[in-house]
C-alpha cells in the first residue's frame, strides 16, 4: 500500500481559537490506499487538523482538496457524501440497542439519503450487511448484545463498525486506543491494519510507537506545525523528532 494517486491534499491549513494558533501552515499529501499515522506530544494540533479534515469546523486559512475538489468549509454531510467518514463518537451509539441494531441503523442512514426513492428495495439485505460489517470489526460473536454492555474496545470497534457504513474511500481515526488496556489496544491495531488493506486511512495518534509498525507514511505535528514528514524509519531516525519526543 502507500503508492496511489494523491487522494486528500491540505494547502497552507491553519486555525486560530480565538487569538491562540492551533495550527498554521500545514501543507501534506494523502496517498490513496496507504496508512498515515499524523503523530505529535499532546497539544501538537492533531484532533483540530483531523477535525478540519473530516468537516467538523473549517480552518482559518488555507484548503482542503479530496480527489483534487477543494471541500473547504463544506459541512460536514457534504464530507460524508463525499466518501470521508471518521469513527463516530459513542455518543452517536445507541446503547440499548444491539451492536448489530446500531450498524443496520448507520447502514439505514446512508440509504435513505442517498436512494430515497427506493428505501424497500435498498433495506433488504441491511441486516445481513450489518453481520458482514460486525464480522470486519470482530464483532460478530457480540452483535446481540447491547451496545452498552460491550468493553471499552468493544465499542470503539463498534463505532467504526457504524463509519464503515458509509462505504467510505477515506476513513479518519483519532486516537482509537485511547484508554485501552494493551490487549484491546493490539487488537484495535490489528483491526486497523486490516481496513487499511481496503481504504485510504489517516490515524491520529499520541503514542508513536504504535503506528511505526503499521503505517506506511507518518506526519510529525508539533506546535501545530509539521515538523517532519516520511517513511516509520525515516521519522525513527530523524533527530529533530527524536527531541519533541524525548520528554514522553
Ligand atoms: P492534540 O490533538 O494534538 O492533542 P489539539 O488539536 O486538540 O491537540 O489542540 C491543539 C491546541 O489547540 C491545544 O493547545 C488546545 O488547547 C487548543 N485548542 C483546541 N481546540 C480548541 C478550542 N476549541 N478552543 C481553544 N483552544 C483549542
Ligand atoms: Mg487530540
Known sequence: AGGG??????????KRFGGFTALKGVSAEFRAGALTA?????GAGKSTYFNILSGAFPPSEGRVLFEGRDITGLPQHRFAHMGIAKSFQITNVFPELSALENVRIALQ?????????????????????????LATVGLWARR???ASALAHGEQRALEIGMALAAQPRLL???????????????????????????????????????????????????????????????IRRDETVRRV????
Open 5 to 14: 494517486e494523491v487522494i486528500l491534499r491540505t494547502e497552507n491549513l491553519g
Open 38 to 42: 499524523i503523530i505529535g506530544p499532546n
Open 109 to 133: 442512514a446512508r440509504v435513505s439519503r442517498y436512494d430515497i426513492w427506493r428505501p424497500r428495495a435498498r433495506m433488504t439485505g441491511l441486516v445481513e450487511q450489518a453481520g458482514e460489517i
Open 144 to 146: 446481540d448484545r447491547a
Open 172 to 234: 479518519l481515526l483519532d486516537e482509537p486506543t485511547a484508554g485501552m488496556s494493551p490487549e484491546e489496544t493490539r487488537a484495535m491495531m490489528e483491526l486497523i491494519l486490516r481496513l487499511a488493506r481496503e481504504r485510504t486511512v489517516i490515524l491520529v495518534e499520541h503514542k508513536m510507537k504504535l503506528v511505526m509498525g503499521i503505517s506506511d507514511r507518518v506526519l510529525v505535528l508539533h506546535h501545530g506545525e509539521l515538523l517532519a514528514e516520511g517513511t516509520p524509519d525515516e
Open 245 to 248: 519526543y524525548l520528554g514522553q
